[in-house]
């Protein structure tokens, strides 16, 4: 073959560890002629060589080399193995390849030349000495004729490499000059210092514009003599600007020292101040009473890992409020934006530790601004308002039912776009000490999330302004916090775990809340808001909750428990404000350090729980319980027990919906309320719903309730709905607020149904009272209104050694004739049932209702008036006339298509004088026996209806 190609290599190729095979273009005969260098040193084996017809190839490693630079090069083999013997065949194959062999031969050659030192033509390079003589020497040049001779390293060169390498003074770098004039030594000194501080404490002068200064890892650019705008200035009066890393400078490039006892706020806020983000590295930085100011816009402080610490005295770390002094629309068109706190441990170190107004982070009008990773000691995390609220204009007291105060401070009457927006706080940590510590307080604010934070003595609230109202909470008004997600929070030991005023639009979910001294989740004049899956423990008054004005709250798939620690969670925690008092009205010795206390009225108090006397101690006392109004405190006899109060909780409101205290007001409804799929468990619970104001719909369903009752008392009408409700009651001993129904019903002009419930009284029940009933259901109408109840499907299961007086209680009345009250009791089975309806008030249908002795307790109950007709229910066996007074006359109609073997009774409460009978039954029937004239006065009648005979039988 001939030799096309002129290289005697390829590459360097990058060796990375990865790649195996490297091709070549040059020609090569066989594949001992191809070498391989890795970093300049020859590779002996491990590879193998495929090559090319027409030349080329490929070098495979079966283990990727590197790292470092390879070369795939021609080494061919310099012997000459080609002979041919006198008078053999002349062939060219033989030829071809010793002349291609002796042309790779002289490319290798080539090569290799092209890459020394060549002299000049006509010149001679001489010869070098041997290696003994040329060690330790120079290859200089003659002066005489340029030829290449040796040096000694001695005299004027070992000197100037002494010099160059000495640190004495007028040496070393002082010998090395500059492009920029001068020495490199003073270059250096100018611009390269060990510390920050000594660079802030440099007397040394400018350097002139753009000069580069260095300070430990930090780095500077020189400013302008009359610059105005650097970040620092030497003690020389040098003025710098700090060098940031991308967009991020450092607190310690500004002189800030994390040692937890320098007051570096004045250095940290010249860093804010650059614009840039800011970073602090490990280390406590101690602020003092200031606080940092951030800029308005685009701006990051964070720490650079879990050790960066700043520590504050004041009532703010961080503040925020950009509209400060501003009034009128200003206050709500001007806000910060984008800002970010991050990777910060804030700790308040003044004396009011607990003060729930010390917030690390206090925002005002900000838009964009996101708190996480951070943790907080003996503060709270962020509050967050808007400047009408800071600055007094916005006064909830200005306000009436038809005038919002929030409107008359500024706010839109129309639309929520004035409010701060986008606030995000994620995965903080509080580890406070002391009860009433603040957590995350967010007003006036739409769009948002607070997600994944853990809050030990501290909570979660929003307000949207006041929900009283004549404060801002009619239902008319806007709901000023709006679309958040609270979700996947820890809270404890607060006054309560997420709560807020006027929210529209929040979802709270996946949330656990323990030791709340009064509401562990709470609405306040919200709408369409859900409560679902949070898991709720341990609360003063309430688990969950709902007051004033209301549009669909719902409460779902939520798990609440609560025992006595509970209702003694106040006392623990110091919150008498949460705590109802009893006044101690006698004392005894008890012995053994402790005393009898009397108090006035009967206290659903249990042993074990704890109360305060905070007229002699300041202590928790666990009692034990004597009776409803003696209790034996670990207290020693003392006189002044006499003048005060014990104070306690009951720990047992799982569920409370309030509308208000007013009877008329239309802007207090509460339209949409669920407390659905929830499982409770108590040691004696309450479900309830109370208060004077309307509410359009409460809906109680699908729940698993322990030791738990449901109690809907409401002062205006609206439905509701007690529904596939599961009741077990275990406790037998611990009697609950009042004499409760085990569902109990109650309502003026209203709407109710309890249907598809089941009630399984596991034991005895000790609290419930003679004459009460497990349903029982009380409406009535003093004003003109129709009102309906439904009592359904229901199935009361008594075990063994239980009992319940009645099933079902029912009492219905409507004193306006004009309207109807109606109530159907159908298909229920229960031990009894009742109806104490006034007499001539309510139409009542008792139908398919057994008992568990297989006794029909269906039944109607008709208030006819004078002169009118009844007609007997085809299906219901029993007619209950009734009327207060006597009737002069009455028709009974009996039924058109009756049942065999149906037999109806009639009975009067207060007698009939003329009683017609009427058989308008289909196939005209026979009448047997004498069908009655007059009813007397809580008399009974009897008719049967005999198909076979096709006649009515009077009995």
Known sequence: MAVSTTNAYD??????????????????QTAGDVAVLLNDQPIIGGYSVELYEGGGGTVTFPVAPGPGSLVVWLDPDFTQTTAFENGSAWLAAPVNLANDRAALRDQALSRDLNRCMRMPLGESAGTLPSASRRRGKFLSFSSIDGTPSLADAVTTDAQLRADVASVDANKGATLVGTSGGGTLQQHLDRTTLPSVAALLASPLPARGAGTMWRAGPYAYL??????????????????????PEGRTVWAE????????????LAQIQRAVNTGYNVMLGAGAFNIGAGAIVPVLANQAISGANAGTRILYSGTRAISIRPAQGMTGAAMFTTFATNLRVARIYFQYTGTSIGNASAYAVRAINVRGLTVEDCEFQDCGLLFVAMEAEENKTYDRTTGSTTVDPAVLAGFSATDINDLNEHIYVRRNRSWNTVY??????????????????????????????AAGFAQGGAVQFLRRFAHFRITGNYCSWNNGGIYGNNGESVIV?????????DTALDFEGCSNCLAIGNTIRHFGNFACSVFYAALNIAFRANTIECTLEGASTAARAGATTYMQSAPITGYADAGNGTTKVTVSGDLDIQTGQQVLITEITPTPLTVTRVSANEFIVPLAWNAALAG??????????????IAGNSTTLASSVQEVVEFSGNAVTARDGLIGRTGDGPTDLVV??????????????????????????????????????????????????????VSDNQIVLASALAWVPAGSAAINATVSAYTPAAILTSIERNRILVGSGASVALGINHSSENTHPAYDAVARITGNVVPSAADVSPAGTCATLWRDNIAPTGLSLDRQTLVPANGSTVTLGAMVPATYLNHTAALASLTLALPVDPADEAVFRVTSRAGVTALTITNATTGTPTVYGTAPTALAAGQTVQVRFA?????????
Not at 445 to 463: F, H, K, M, Q, T
């Open 253 to 264: 490039q500004f002189g800030a020292v994390g040692d937890g006892v320098t007051n570096c």
């Open 700 to 753: 109680v369903s699908g729940n698993m309730l322990t030791n738990c009752v449901i109690h809907l008392t409401y002062g205006l009408g609206g439905t509701k709905i007690v529904e596939n409700n599961r009741l077990m009651f275990k406790s037998a001993t611990v009697p609950p607020r009042g004499n409760y129904a085990l569902i109990d019903m109650q309502g003026h002009r209203t709407r109710g149904s």
């Open 222 to 243: 020189e400013a302008a003599p009359l610059a105005a705008d650097q970040h620092l200035t030497t003690a020389g009066g040098v003025k710098l600007y700090a060098v």
């Open 11 to 28: 590459g360097p190729f990058s060796a990375n560890g990865v790649t195996q095979s490297f091709p070549f273009t040059f020609t090569a």
């Open 509 to 517: 979910a996946n949330n656990t809340l323990e030791y709340a001294t």
């Open 436 to 465: 009433g510590s603040g957590g995350v307080r967010i007003n006036w604010a739409r769009y948002g999330e607070i997600s994944d934070n853990v809050l030990g003595y501290s909570n979660i609230s929003w307000w949207g302004g």
């Open 644 to 657: 005060g109060y014990l104070r306690y909780q009951q720990g047992r409101t799982y569920f409370q919906a």
């Open 947 to 955: 198909k076979a005979l096709n006649a009515w039988i009077w009995e």
